[in-house]
């Protein structure tokens, strides 16, 4: 669980990189904001992704939310 959360938001952030690595070797200008771009992206789908990783960590350990009647 954790370990396959952990290995997509590195593999995202690593393509981030790649792309950025590349556009320096263009003298692209626009190459740090590409960056930036990227990795915010990638940040924000890796937030997106923290509920459903809360609730599988939940059922594992069978936590229950507490719901008051």
Known sequence: M???YDERLNRSLM???DKYEAAKLQQ???AINGLL???DLSIQDGIKMLPLLT???KAS???R???PS
Do not use: H
């Open 28 to 30: 692209k200008p626009w």
């Open 65 to 67: 939310d507490n719901i």
């Open 37 to 39: 771009s990227c990795a």
């Open 61 to 63: 350990f069978g936590i």
């Open 15 to 17: 393509v981030c990189q």
């Open 2 to 4: 954790e370990e396959d």
């Open 55 to 57: 609730n599988k960590f």
